[in-house]
T-cell receptor, first 115, second 113 residues
Framework: DVKVTQSSRYLVKRTGEKVFLECVQD?????MFWYRQDPGLGLRLIYF???????EKGDIPEGYSVSREKKERFSLILESASTNQTSMYLC??????????????FGPGTRLLVL | GDSVTQMEGPVTLSEEAFLTINCTYT??????LFWYVQYPGEGLQLLLK?????DKGSNKGFEATYRKETTSFHLEKGSVQVSDSAVYFC????????????FGKGTKLTVNP
């Protein structure tokens, strides 16, 4: 079974703190994704990585950065957390077949509260 | 740009009722279409998918048919169970080879015994 794990299920941080969210997948997938999920807005893509050290901005990258030093690990960084970044963060991975048919596999999510 | 519109919830049904969740899309070319489900406290998981026009995806009693003429991919189940209570997301794959997904806003389904 594909497994995508996220470092924390719940996280509470203060405004201005630097926050690291970690995601690890065990299926040797090339693609990894970070989304945020908010009520009424669905899932929005923050960043996408298609290879080690490669990244691409998604729809809402402002206030975030990412790091992918190893194929299995994709980190989301909030450089200076703000209250409007309180959200559920979901990581996903997929194989890069180029067919547009590949399933994305999701982690359980990290619910982040910024005070 | 590419987009997905799905019916707003929440939807509340009694057990054994018929379920339809509408999904329509706007896209250039021929995207692949997906339904994902999110059970309480969990991440999303694939429910079913269809990759070309007239394909029918099915899983766990759920079905959806890729209708190119109406740009739709409605989710149906003949008899829902309490365990089907979840949030359902319709999604399409973006053209361009990067395999990113565009999601609808989700529809929350509650099934009462």
């Amino acid at each position: 079974d594909v497994k995508v794990t996220q470092s924390s299920r719940y996280l509470v941080k203060r405004t201005g703190e630097k926050v690291f969210l970690e995601c690890v997948q065990d299926m040797d997938h090339e693609n990894m994704f970070w989304y945020r999920q908010d009520p009424g807005l669905g899932l929005r893509l923050i960043y996408f990585s298609y290879d080690v050290k490669m990244k691409e901005k998604g729809d809402i990258p402002e206030g975030y950065s990412v790091s992918r030093e190893k194929k299995e690990r994709f980190s989301l960084i909030l450089e200076s957390a703000s209250t409007n970044q309180t959200s559920m963060y979901l990581c996903a991975s997929s194989s890069a077949s180029g067919s547009r048919r590949e399933t994305q596999y999701f982690g359980p999510g990290t619910r982040l509260l910024v005070l | 740009g590419d987009s997905v519109t799905q019916m707003e919830g929440p939807v509340t049904l009694s057990e054994e009722a018929f379920l339809t969740i509408n999904c329509t899309y706007t896209a250039t070319g021929y995207p692949s279409l997906f339904w994902y489900v999110q059970y309480p406290g969990e991440g999303l998981q694939l429910l079913l998918k269809a990759t070309k026009a007239d394909d029918k995806g099915s899983n766990k009693g759920f079905e959806a048919t890729y209708r190119k003429e109406t740009t739709s991919f409605h989710l149906e189940k003949g008899s829902v169970q309490v365990s089907d209570s979840a949030v359902y997301f319709c999604a399409l794959s973006k053209i361009g080879g990067s395999e990113k997904l565009v999601f609808g806003k989700g529809t929350k389904l509650t099934v009462n015994p």
